[in-house]
């Protein structure tokens, strides 16, 4: 960008003299504009420095302040196409203007008839009075069930981008998940929804049918709010614990008036972040409840689910053309229901029903390209777009080792591309793309073969986009390719064409400029008369030049909310694929796909489709490992105790984890502790003894429905589960306390402070710094008794930093902490002296006061041996290893369960089960490794 900047100034002239001649996008789509937080979320899956590119897109003029500058909000310029520049900045000006026209569609989705009395429930269309501009609603309103999760997700962004607030999100998605999850019995059929609802009364609507299909949009946009509401809690939980720390600090006798006000503030804070969690508890319970309450085994008729349910009598739906039961037999959209159907908790269907589905392809020759074969060619649009707003069905893009993958998914992985085929090899969004492609070239093909005259008035000559709509206010068309009505009226939907951008970018993105100017409406001499098509709320539902319209409108002035949520979702997974990403961390639809064979794999990144992305990312989780003060030890040990805390992205939707610890880089020869139990909490604390010396942890997660013992020792894989990939190794150098007298001494007197700090209950943020001190007289001993060239390059800067003369780490810590440690100390004298306590500290027994157990005896020699007959360094640095392992486990084998750490409790019980001493242990774990010692040591 800093060489575009410099040929920026070498052109400066030109762009100068071009002044005037510019040609914008018409002012029918003015008024457009970016909050500073949306910019920053819209633009931070694909560029590292956002405040940058903000910086150049000011520098270009596609950005300027809003007059409000109070507001933190840009206004979005309409740059000329032939600005000299306008290639530096194209992808951005095309994500501007489609997070645009995304702000449309959710002024609609949130804004439009919403209030408490009707549960916040939306219309499933309106219709825009062409004299007044005004909305107009149906005498009886109805929500569509469809729509209605559509548009939940749709709010959650809405939160994400800053333009609602968290209290208003959660209040509304209370209010509709409580009027759906109590619907009464009679309003809903084996758990599943009607299609439409009064939103007066409450009450399903007499002349609309339980749907499979409605319901299924209605679960998947249920469970993004799901994932996006457990992700929003863990954030919630973070913050309170830091508002806590911040609070404690706070505490003091002498409290200014200034302070006074920071507690009472933090205090509100703290009260308003605990409410949105019961908040979020309470929707997630509801979400739970209304998918498990769904019975998809009893919509099974013939091998395949069942369309739905007449209102009235309750017996399956018939088939209009042959008059037997309406069954989703053939590839449709249905193969959503599917998918939920096989991943209920409640109500599973067998895997073997989703390969009964009829996925017979057509060939048809496309100009320019080579023939094509398409499931479901003749379906409207929406069947193959709607579903892939919330699922993510592309291929991942892959170009590490492929041993790192399961071995099963071997076969669906071709150079750097891992296939995302189910069991009979289908691709779902390979087969999306060729019918948008189909459906477009269609309607080509029949611009093509009219004559001259014709073809500039026909509508398709210019616009392309068959999916099932709205003519006018009573006729809704079936608008497909191969349908008769498509050819005579050449009505082409706008909405469902951009829903499209995921599957054809450039085809996509060309008619949605097109219709913003009204490209070859000039041509029609209907500037004056035409419709607009563009409205408040982005595109109407459908249009056409043509004059034979059949009491149809030529524009349709509808606005319909599945159409309007289809839109937004389908944009913001191109522009940042958040929707896909939730998805992504559903458990459910994890465990169905991984079921189904689609090779399932948990990735956190997001990967939106921008740039002609037509795969996903595989990427190893991310891992930051720190260091924490063990609280389960009450005494040292020569050998490293810590606490490790583990944080990763994974940790808000696995259920298990797998640690991997090694002193190699490629983990040959590890110890892994496997399907451990994890608490949702964003992080996990991890205890493992750890001699001095470099080591390597990696972690990965799992998903899984399967019922682990907490203090399991079973090494095996889970079954029906899916994994993440193992996370990048992450390099830790440990170290062992100082073995002389004064420094185990300073140790003990902090750990004593911080035993009395929890014995007078003082605040937690005194607690949390006599932790931290603890770790850091560790750190500062160890710097001062290492020698620098033994020390890496940051630690030796480290040590450069230390106070002159200091010769222990109290001393450091006294000089770098007065206050604090002071205070602390001065904390504890009082408590001491009110409570007549003794001075006295207690020492803790050297290594060599212990007896040593047989096992130790044996190694102990081993090593003299080693050391005797000067063997490599890496067998003795093995052997001393071995010995404060077998220190390990003679400690945890004389100890009481009850007084173990969570790992030592596993290492207890393989122990016992069997029948070990520490030495048998050892030999079981490293059998090859301790035979190579014994040999040597002869």
Not at 385 to 412: E, N
Not at 427 to 454: C, G, H, M, P, W
Not at 665 to 679: G, M, P, T
Not at 894 to 921: C, D, M, T
Request: proline share 2%; aromatic share 12%.
């Amino acid at each position: 960008m800093k060489i575009l900047l410099s040929f920026f100034i070498l052109l400066l002239p030109s762009i100068v003299w071009s002044k005037g001649k510019t040609k914008t996008t018409p002012n029918y789509f003015h008024h457009k504009k970016i909050s500073e937080q949306s910019f920053h979320q819209l633009f931070s899956p694909h560029t590292e420095n956002t405040q940058e590119l903000l910086n150049d897109l000011f520098f270009y003029k596609v950005i300027r302040f809003s007059d409000d500058f109070k507001k933190n909000e840009y206004i979005i310029e309409n740059i000329d196409a032939n600005d000299p520049f306008f290639n530096v900045v194209k992808n951005e000006v095309k994500a501007l203007n489609l997070f645009s026209y995304m702000k449309r569609t959710f002024d609609y989705l949130w804004n439009v008839r919403n209030n408490e009395k009707s549960s916040y429930l939306l219309p499933r269309f309106v219709d825009i009075d062409s004299k007044t501009n005004t909305l107009e609603y149906e005498d009886v309103p109805l929500t569509s069930s469809a729509g209605t999760g559509f548009a939940f997700a749709s709010y959650i962004m809405g939160e994400k981008y800053g333009w609602i607030p968290l209290d208003q999100l959660l209040t509304r998605l209370i209010k509709i998940f409580n009027f759906f999850d109590n619907l009464s019995e009679n309003d809903i059929h084996n758990g599943f929804l009607n299609s439409y609802y009064d939103m007066e009364t409450g009450s399903k609507y007499e002349d609309s049918d339980f749907s499979v299909l409605d319901t299924s949009y209605f679960v998947i946009g249920s469970l993004s709010v799901k994932q996006y509401l457990i992700s929003k809690k863990i954030s919630l939980i973070k913050s309170l614990s830091q508002d806590q720390i911040d609070l404690d600090d706070t505490v003091n006798l002498k409290l200014k008036a200034k302070m006074k006000k920071t507690r009472k503030k933090i205090e509100t804070s703290m009260s308003i972040k605990q409410e949105h969690i019961l908040s979020i508890n309470t929707i997630v319970e509801k979400i739970d409840s209304i998918y498990n309450k769904i019975d998809w085994q009893s919509a099974l008729h013939e091998g395949f689910l069942v369309k739905g349910w007449a209102s009235d009598t309750q017996n399956i739906l018939l088939d209009p053309v042959t008059n037997k039961e309406a069954l989703h037999g053939s590839l449709d959209a249905s193969y959503l229901a599917y998918i939920l159907a096989v991943g209920s908790d409640t109500f599973p269907i067998s895997k073997k029903i989703w390969e009964n589905i009829n996925r017979n392809k057509q060939t048809f020759s496309i100009k320019d390209a080579k023939d094509i074969s398409v499931a479901g060619s003749s379906l409207p649009l929406s069947d193959h777009v709607y579903p892939q707003c919330f699922l993510d069905m592309r291929d991942y893009s892959f170009d590490g080792d492929i041993s790192s993958l399961p071995k099963r998914f071997h076969k669906k992985f071709s150079h750097t591309v891992l296939n995302f085929k189910d069991s009979l090899d289908f691709q779902y969004f390979d087969n999306a793309v060729k019918a948008v492609q189909y459906n477009r070239q269609y309607t080509r093909d029949i611009a093509n073969s009219l004559d001259e005259t014709a073809k500039e008035t026909s509508t398709y000559s210019s616009y392309w986009g068959l999916s099932d709509s709205w003519s006018s206010k009573y006729i809704y068309d079936e608008l497909r390719p191969s349908q008769s009505s498509s050819v005579e009226n050449e009505r082409v939907s706008p909405t469902a064409a951009l829903s499209a951008i995921n599957f054809n970018e450039i085809a996509v993105y060309n008619q949605f400029e097109r219709l913003l100017e009204r490209k070859n409406f000039i041509a029609l001499n209907a500037v004056e008369f035409f419709p607009e098509i563009l409205t408040d709320y982005g595109f109407t539902s459908s249009f056409t030049f043509s004059n034979d319209s059949n009491d149809r409108d030529a524009v349709s002035l509808r606005l319909v909310t599945k159409e309007k949520g289809a839109e937004f979702l389908a944009i913001e997974n191109f522009l940042a694929g958040s929707i896909w990403s939730l998805i992504s961390t559903n458990k459910n639809i994890n465990l169905a796909l991984e079921s189904l064979e689609f090779p399932t794999i948990l990735s956190p990144r997001k990967s939106p489709a921008i740039y002609g992305k037509l795969t996903k990312t595989l990427d190893a989780p991310v891992v930051k490992i720190t260091q924490e003060e063990n609280n389960f030890l009450d005494s040292l040990e020569v050998t490293n105790e810590y606490v490790y805390k583990i944080e990763s992205d994974i940790f808000s939707y696995v259920d298990y984890y797998d640690i991997e610890v090694s002193e190699f880089a490629d983990f040959n020869d590890s110890q892994i502790f496997k399907n451990l139990r994890n608490e949702n909490l964003g992080y996990i604390l991890f205890s493992i003894p750890l001699n001095d010396g470099k080591f390597f942890f990696r972690v990965r997660g799992s998903q899984s429905n399967e019922v682990v013992n907490e203090n399991s020792s079973n090494n095996s894989n889970l079954s029906n589960a899916c994994y993440t990939l193992w996370s990048e190794a992450v390099e830790i150098k440990t170290y062992s306390e100082s073995s002389s007298k004064n420094d185990i001494e300073e140790v003990i007197y902090m750990k004593d402070l911080l035993k009395y700090l929890k014995e007078l209950g003082a605040k937690k943020g005194l607690i949390k710094s006599a932790e931290r001190y603890i770790s850091l007289l560790k750190k500062y001993d160890y710097l001062l008794n290492t020698d620098t060239e033994n020390l890496t390059i940051t630690e030796s800067w480290q040590k450069l930093s230390l106070p002159e003369n200091a010769t222990d780490g109290l001393t450091v810590l006294r000089k770098k902490h007065p206050k604090r440690l002071g205070k602390i100390e001065r904390l504890v004298q009082e408590y001491k002296e009110a409570n007549n306590l003794s001075e006295v500290i207690d020492e803790v027994k050297s290594s060599s006061d212990i007896h040593d157990s047989s096992s130790l005896t044996y190694m102990k020699n081993l090593l003299e041996k080693l050391t005797s007959k000067g063997s490599k360094k890496m067998y003795i640095n093995r052997a001393n290893n071995y010995i404060s392992l077998l220190k390990k486990y003679d400690r945890i084998i004389a100890s009481k369960r009850e007084n173990l750490a969570y790992f030592e409790k596993q290492v207890k019980k393989s122990i016992e089960n069997g029948n070990h001493n520490s030495l048998s242990f050892l030999r079981k774990k490293y059998p090859k490794r301790l035979a190579k010692l014994e040999s040597l040591a002869g």
